[in-house]
């Protein structure tokens, strides 16, 4: 007897180029999070500038919270946990992902 809970969705179907476009796309992104975090490690761009960035760019936007701090000259696991606690963000938020109140408080603090 199937349990209908347990059904699995079915990939959709990519052609041989859908999988070309999405590996460009993907190789594209990688290359617009990594130049952003060496930015923000040589202290070329600041933590406020990625938030607006990640308004119009989704690359920007899925970078995960805690990379981003990480990122930054200083900041370690220890401090980025420490960031990530004080204004209550779960580990795997990424920077599209924050409300409001969390978004405000990050830009405060690193004006």
Do not use: C, W
């Not at 460009?24 to 070329?44: I, N, T, Y």
């Not at 401090?79 to 795997?92: G, N, P, R, V, W």
């Amino acid at each position: 007897m199937l349990d209908n809970r347990l059904a699995v969705a079915k990939l959709p179907y990519l052609s041989a180029q859908d999988r070309v476009n999405a590996r460009a796309k993907a190789v594209a992104a990688r290359r617009v999070r990594a130049r952003v975090s060496s930015q923000l490690a040589a202290g070329e761009l600041t933590v406020p500038a990625v938030m607006i960035q990640a308004r119009h760019d989704e690359a920007i936007a899925r970078m995960k919270v805690r990379d981003v701090f990480e990122s930054l000259a200083g900041v370690g696991p220890q401090k980025a946990t420490q960031l990530m606690a004080k204004f209550k963000i779960a580990e795997a938020k990424r920077i599209g992902g924050l409300g409001p109140r969390q978004r405000v408080e990050v830009i405060k603090y690193f004006s």
